[in-house]
């Protein structure tokens, strides 16, 4: 009996099939260009992983290499980093070195932007980028346009209404503070140092005030906070004489201030209650003698002085100084407390009284000579 050739055939694929199939699958380990095997073994079993590493600049290919019947399921190679550079211009005013696009790991490029333009989450107009040992960058190489953010935190009100929209560079936005702040700038601009002015809105104070002829009491500070109180003393020789107690008001001025005057040439104000007001005096001029023995009908008489705020009690024997007195609650006008008001022309008259006078003149002759003096 013939056995058909396919049959046969048959049975000693089987054979030899079952023959493999009893054989023991294992891998030995590979030769690694540009990396190693750690570890490595004699034989790998089947299914074992094996482990490799690269060398510095390049990386292992992506997959887990495995031990299978006709050897590893995938070939353990290394592949060089690299980095690529898009070739994009937007915003870049210059690239260096210019053209190049792939760099290998370590290798930097230096990017430049344009006027309006920044790198990316940095607020930097130039910057180096450097490739990294995993292929990718250590930071983003693009340019985008100069935006300001919300203004948080600066004593703004409702600051999200008003920046909101268009917020590029040389952009203007009005704004308001919120109690007890003022704006330092009709509106906000965006640089690229964020909005200006720095800050938006600073807390309303007071400067120091400048009173003249006065002196501050306490600590003196180059600014006041709204509703502080300060107190301040003329000088001496001013009044008022007791301290006066100012306040620095919700305009950021100075309210209760009363000017500092000097006491003697203080007006006088008889409605103003103030009873430490100067006495004020007419000036007042005394009779001129030429000469005791002239006829008094030449003689050039002053009108009797009024003083106002007050009365003249006493006149001097030699008719150039007045003595008087001021009313209740007056003082006298001059400096040095003296109740008396003199001759402004007694140089004259001693002048006139030192000269030779030659009795046989005629009265006309010396009211000639002298009547420019009388």
């Known amino acids: 009996m013939r056995v058909p050739v396919k049959l046969l055939s048959f049975v000693f694929w089987l054979f030899f099939f079952n023959c493999a199939q009893s054989q023991e699958i294992t891998c030995t380990a590979p030769v690694i260009s540009n990396g190693f095997v750690v570890e490595p073994e004699e034989e790998y079993q089947r299914d074992a992983i094996l482990k ?6 390049f990386k292992a290919r992506e997959g887990i290499p495995r031990c299978a019947k006709f050897g590893w399921t995938l070939n353990p190679e290394c592949d060089e980093v690299t980095c690529e550079h898009k070739s994009t211009r937007f915003g870049v005013q210059k690239i260096n070195p210019e053209g190049k696009t792939i760099f290998r790991a370590e290798e930097s490029v230096e990017i430049t932007c344009t006027e309006k333009y920044w790198i990316i989450f940095t607020k930097e107009a130039i910057r180096s980028f450097t490739c990294q040992e995993n292929g990718e960058w250590d930071h983003q190489p693009v340019c985008e346009v100069i935006r300001c953010e ?26 308001s503070c919120i109690s007890g702040y003022e704006k330092k700038a009709t509106v906000a601009t ?5 909005w200006t002015p720095k800050p938006l809105c600073a807390k309303k104070m007071c400067a120091a005030p400048n009173i ?20 301040y003393k003329c000088r001496r020789g001013f009044e008022p004489e007791q301290p006066v107690e100012i306040t620095c008001n919700s305009r950021t001025e100075w309210t209760g201030i009363r000017p500092c005057i000097d006491i003697k040439n203080h007006p006088v104000n008889l409605n103003s209650g103030d009873h430490h007001k100067a006495c004020c005096s007419a000036f007042w001029e005394p009779p001129i003698k030429i000469h005791p023995w002239l006829p008094s009908s030449k003689q050039k008489l ?18 150039e100084e007045i003595f008087y007195s001021c009313d209740t609650g007056y003082k006298p006008f001059s400096s040095d407390g003296n109740n ?5 022309r ?4 001693q002048l006139l009284k030192a000269t030779q006078i030659n009795r046989d003149l005629d009265v006309d002759v010396l009211l000639k000579m002298f009547g420019h003096q009388i």
Do not use: W
């Open 340 to 344: 008396s008001v003199i001759n402004k």
């Open 302 to 319: 002053c009108p009797a002085p009024s003083v106002e705020n007050g009365f003249i009690h006493t006149l001097s024997s030699n008719e």
């Open 212 to 231: 003249p002829n006065a002196e501050i009491l306490g600590d003196q500070r180059q600014e006041y906070k709204i509703n502080s109180r300060i107190q």
């Open 52 to 57: 490799y590493r690269c060398s510095p600049g």
């Open 150 to 175: 919300v203004p948080r935190d600066q004593q703004l009100h409702n600051p999200y209404s008003y920046f909101r929209g268009d917020m590029t560079l040389e952009t203007k936005k009005s704004y």
């Open 190 to 194: 965006c640089t690229r140092e964020g």
């Open 346 to 349: 007694q140089n004259e008259t």
